[in-house]
C-alpha cells in the first residue's frame, strides 16, 4: 500500500500538505456526504491547489473554518483538469449571501434575482455563490417560465445535490472539494470530460427553452476545448435557434463578445451557422451570405475574425466594433446600393444605409454606442481613401480612426472588394517623409486619380516630421 502510495505521489508530484489528507483516502470513493455521485479522491485527478488562484484559496479555506461547506465549480475545475489556466474561480458555497457577508469585511452582495457574494481583494473578485436549486425542483412552487418555457426566476437555496441540476453541462457541474480536495461528481461529467463531449444535464430540448443562450456557450465551449457536441445536445439546437431572438439583447452582447473574441473566431463561426444560430444573431449578414457573389460577404466575414484570431495569438489586443463593422459592412452596402438606384444621392443613401442597419442590428444585439458611433466613422472613411490628389490625403491621415479605417480597407482588399493599388499607395503614403507625401498627391503623381486636375494648395504641415497615422484600430 505505501509503495503504492509514494508511486502515486510521485507521477502527481503533489505537495506535502496536499498528500497528507489523501493518504487515508486514496482508494475511497463513497463519501457518505455526496449520495448518488461518484467521488474522485485527489491522487486519481489532477487539479491541485498550486494551480488555484491564491484568494480563492482563501475564500475556500475561511469558509470552510467557519463550519460552512466550500467547493470550487463551473469553468475552473473543467479548464484545470485540462491543464488550461482558468478565466475565473467560481466559488460555491452552502452559507447563505448574508453569512458569506458577515465572514468577510472585503465583501459585497449583487444582483437581485441572483444574489451573489463578491469577495474583493483589490481587482481580483471572487464570485461566491450560495447552492441554488433549479425552481423546478421545489414542489411548493410553481416553476415561473414564459410561453416559449424560459426560466424567469431560479433562486431559491438548496443543497449540493439540488445545485448540480441546474448547471448546463455535464463537464460544467464537477465540485473540488476544499475539504479533502476530492472531485465530486454527480451527473458522469468526468467521464464526459475525459471523452471531450459536451452534454446537457437532463432533457437536451428543455434545457435549452429553459436557458436558449445555452446554445452559445455550447457551441463555444465545443470550440474553445476542441469537444464535440453530444447527440441529443445537436440535435436540440436547430428547433430552438429561434428563441434566442427573445433573450435580452444586453446579455446577447456579453455573450458575442465571448463567442468572437477570445481566439476561435472563424471556426465559431462556422459552427454557430452550421447550427443555425448565426442567423438569429446577424440576421442582415446571414442573409448577405445567401447572396454571397464570388465568395466575397463570407471571405469578409472570415478574414476579419481570422485576423482577429491572429492578433490574439500573437497577445495583440483587438476590438468588438472593428469585427461587427466587417460583419455588416455587406449588408449596409446592399442597403446603400438600393437607396442610390431609387435616386437618392450618394452620401445621404450611405449615411442613412449605415443608421438602418445598426439600428436593426442594436434591436438583437446591445452594441454599446461608442462601437456603433465608431463602426460609422471606419465606414464612413472608406469613400474618402479614393481621394489621393491633394490636401485630402494629409487630412485623412491625421483622422483619429485613420489606423481602423485604413485596416477595414486592408481587409476589403484582401476580398477584391478594393484595388491592391488603392491600399498599396497609402501604405507607402502614411510612412514616407514629408517631401515624398507631397509628391505623391500631387496630380501629376496621380494619373489614375479620377479626380479632375486642378490645382491644390497644400495646409500648411510640420517642418520636422511627415503626417504620421495614429495607433494601430485595435489599441484604440
Ligand atoms: P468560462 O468562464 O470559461 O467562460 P464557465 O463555464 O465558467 O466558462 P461562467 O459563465 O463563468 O462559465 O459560469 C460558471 C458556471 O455556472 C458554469 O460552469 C455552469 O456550471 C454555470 N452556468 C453558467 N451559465 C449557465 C447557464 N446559462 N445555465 C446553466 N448553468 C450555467
Ligand atoms: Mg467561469
Redesign the pocket.
Known amino acids: 500500500m505505501n509503495a503504492i502510495l509514494t508511486f502515486l505521489k510521485n507521477i502527481l508530484s503533489l505537495d506535502n500538505s496536499e498528500s497528507e489528507v489523501f493518504e487515508s483516502e486514496v482508494f475511497d470513493v463513497i463519501d457518505k456526504e455526496h449520495t448518488g455521485a461518484v467521488v474522485i479522491a485527489r491522487p486519481a485527478h489532477c487539479v491541485s491547489r498550486k494551480q488555484v488562484n491564491e484568494n480563492a484559496l482563501k475564500v475556500l479555506y475561511r469558509l470552510r473554518k467557519e463550519g460552512f461547506d466550500s467547493y470550487l465549480?463551473?469553468?475552473?475545475v473543467?479548464?484545470l483538469l485540462l491543464g488550461r489556466e482558468?478565466?475565473?474561480f467560481?466559488v460555491v458555497t452552502n452559507a447563505e449571501p448574508e453569512q458569506i457577508a458577515r465572514i468577510f469585511s472585503n465583501c459585497r452582495l449583487i444582483g437581485k434575482r441572483f444574489r451573489l457574494a463578491h469577495v474583493c481583494y483589490g481587482r481580483d473578485v471572487i464570485e461566491v455563490a450560495t447552492f441554488r436549486k433549479a425552481i423546478s425542483d421545489d414542489k411548493t412552487q410553481t416553476p415561473r417560465l414564459n410561453k416559449d418555457g424560459r426560466l424567469l426566476q431560479d433562486n431559491i437555496y438548496g443543497t449540493i445535490e439540488e445545485d448540480v441540476w441546474?448547471?448546463?453541462?455535464t463537464i460544467?457541474?464537477l465540485y473540488y472539494n476544499i475539504r479533502d480536495f476530492s472531485i465530486v461528481d454527480y451527473v458522469g461529467g468526468m467521464d464526459d470530460h475525459r471523452e471531450g463531449i459536451i452534454r446537457l444535464i437532463g432533457d437536451a430540448g428543455e434545457r435549452f427553452r429553459e436557458?436558449p443562450?445555452?446554445m452559445l456557450?455550447a457551441v463555444?465551449?465545443a470550440v474553445k476545448l476542441a469537444f464535440r457536441l453530444d447527440h441529443d445536445c445537436q440535435a436540440a439546437i436547430a428547433p430552438n435557434a429561434h428563441l434566442l431572438a427573445g433573450i435580452p439583447p444586453a446579455r446577447l452582447y456579453d455573450e458575442i463578445s465571448?463567442l468572437f473574441l477570445t481566439g476561435y473566431g472563424v471556426q465559431t463561426f462556422e459552427l454557430l451557422r452550421q447550427h443555425g444560430l448565426f442567423s438569429v444573431l446577424f440576421p442582415a449578414t446571414d442573409k448577405s451570405l445567401m447572396y454571397e457573389k464570388a465568395d466575397f460577404p463570407k471571405m469578409m466575414v472570415i478574414k476579419a475574425l481570422g485576423n482577429s484570431d491572429q492578433r490574439i495569438a500573437d497577445n495583440k489586443p483587438v476590438t468588438l466594433y472593428f469585427l461587427i463593422a466587417a460583419l455588416l459592412w455587406e449588408p449596409m452596402l446592399r442597403r446603400a446600393k438600393e437607396k442610390i438606384a431609387k435616386g437618392l444621392p450618394e452620401s445621404n443613401a450611405y449615411y442613412e444605409a449605415a443608421s438602418e442597419t445598426l439600428t436593426q442590428q442594436v434591436r438583437r444585439i446591445a452594441i454599446p454606442r461608442h462601437l456603433t458611433l465608431a463602426i460609422r466613422e471606419v465606414w464612413n472613411l472608406q469613400p474618402k481613401f479614393n481621394a489621393r490628389v491633394g490636401a485630402k490625403p494629409s487630412r485623412l491621415l491625421t483622422h483619429p480612426r485613420f489606423r481602423a479605417a485604413y485596416d477595414f480597407l486592408v481587409l476589403r482588399a484582401q476580398t477584391g472588394d478594393v484595388p491592391l493599388d488603392v491600399v498599396q499607395w497609402w501604405e507607402t503614403y502614411q510612412h514616407e517623409n514629408e517631401n515624398t507625401q507631397r509628391k505623391m498627391t500631387q496630380p501629376q503623381a496621380n494619373e489614375k486619380s479620377n479626380k479632375p486636375k486642378r490645382k491644390r494648395t497644400h495646409r500648411k504641415k510640420m517642418k520636422t516630421s511627415p503626417v504620421t497615422p495614429p495607433p494601430s484600430a485595435h489599441d484604440q
Open positions: 465549480v463551473g469553468g475552473c473543467r479548464d482558468p478565466k475565473d467560481d441546474r448547471r448546463d453541462f460544467n457541474a436557458d443562450v445555452r456557450r463555444r465551449f465571448k
